[in-house]
């Protein structure tokens, strides 16, 4: 009876090796609990939690990978784990999760996540968790395959604790020359921050009503963006590149270089006031959040449109002192614009311009 066992456990884990599509080994000192995230059929999913021991590997993906990337987070007794800003729900048992939106309005946690590459041809993929500081558990092997044109297994390492992390000025200056990718252009800006949007990860900035992105799978260098992560949103940055191509409201661009301004500028204080979740007063199932140079509409917890937002001394065209916020939706590409009546850390006031009702919006808690 033992020999069978043996045997039969031996059988069992053959096969799940041959089956892995998306495993994350342990290399680490502790227990990690991981989840993962991912764009599902009709929306985006996560699932956790998985525990690993170390020295142990744990199977989040099974069969051959149908996507490009994935998302991870990992939990570990001295925690310290860094995301990238990709946020998805979790709980604290075990879950799988449709949506990665109003975590706290459905009961739910939002954690912050790392971005896995699986590459554009792989059908497995291994990440291993290490300690800071320790040396990789081994190197990264690339999409190839062997002589029947079977895609080699990858093996990326990454590091789950990081601390005493700034922003590397060294690396927000690449020496590349101007026009080697585009058009190049010079332009005062504020860093909106790293994110994920249909898939793709991106560095953004606005600039004027324009949305400048800088992909992660583009030329822009790797250390750069990893510079830029750890940078604040709305830091006033000059910001120096290639425009790849575009239309009026947002713009792919290629960095060559990024020169936080030191000071900011005249709205600085009322920008950061503004940051934030608002309720309408007059209509509690509408609600807005300012995040950056931007504003994401809800109404009954269900996301709208968003709208680029600008602080200036006037409207464009008309008479009057500021300060305005101007807002323009990416659907009809309108601007608007609304006089600051009152902005604190309990009340917005906004009045239309060309007139109107005022909106009155509270602070959500």
């Not at 940051?275 to 509408?286: H, K, M, T, Y």
Request: include cysteine; hydrophobic fraction near 35%.
């Amino acid at each position: 009876m033992r020999a069978f066992l043996l045997v039969a456990a031996a059988t069992f884990a053959m096969t799940n090796a041959a089956q892995a599509g998306l495993e994350i080994c342990n290399n680490t000192d502790q227990v990690q609990s991981v989840a993962i995230g991912y764009k599902g059929d009709t929306d985006w999913m996560s699932e956790g939690w998985w525990n690993i021991d170390p020295g142990e590997c744990a199977v989040l993906v099974s069969g051959n990978l149908s996507k490009r990337y994935y998302y991870y987070h990992a939990d570990s007794r001295d925690g310290g784990f860094r995301g990238q800003n990709f946020g998805f729900c979790t709980h604290d048992d075990a879950f799988e999760i449709v949506g990665d939106t109003d975590c706290g309005k459905r009961g739910y946690d939002e954690a912050d996540f790392r971005e896995i590459d699986t590459g554009e041809t792989a059908t497995s993929f291994t990440l291993t968790l290490v300690d800071s500081g320790s040396s990789p558990a081994g190197g990264a092997k690339g999409p190839g395959g062997g002589g029947d044109g079977e895609v080699a297994t990858q093996s990326v390492t990454e590091t789950p604790v990081e601390t005493d992390v700034t922003v590397d000025d060294t690396a927000l200056e690449t020496g590349m020359p101007p026009g080697r990718h585009g058009e190049p252009f010079e332009l005062a800006a504020l860093f909106q921050g790293c994110e994920l949007e249909d898939g793709r990860a991106y560095c953004g900035f606005h600039s004027d009503g324009v949305k400048l992105r800088a992909y992660y799978r583009g030329p822009t260098p790797k250390d750069l963006l990893y510079a830029l992560e750890m940078m604040p949103m709305n830091a006033p940055v000059t910001v120096t590149g290639d425009r790849l191509d575009g239309d009026r409201m947002h713009a792919a661009v290629v960095l060559r270089g990024v020169d936080p301004r030191a000071g900011g500028d005249a709205y600085t204080d009322l920008r950061e006031t503004l940051q934030g979740d608002w309720v309408l007063s007059s209509d509690r199932e509408s609600e807005i959040t300012i995040r950056g140079s931007e504003i994401h509409v809800r109404y009954e917890g269900v996301f709208r449109l968003t709208r680029f937002l600008k602080l200036a001394d006037r409207c464009e065209g008309l008479r009057g002192a500021g300060p305005v916020l101007i807002q323009t939706s990416l659907r009809d590409r309108r601007p608007k614009c609304y006089g600051v009546a009152r902005a604190d850390t309990r009340t917005l006031e906004l009045v239309p311009v060309k007139g109107g009702d005022t909106l009155r919006f509270q602070r959500q808690n």
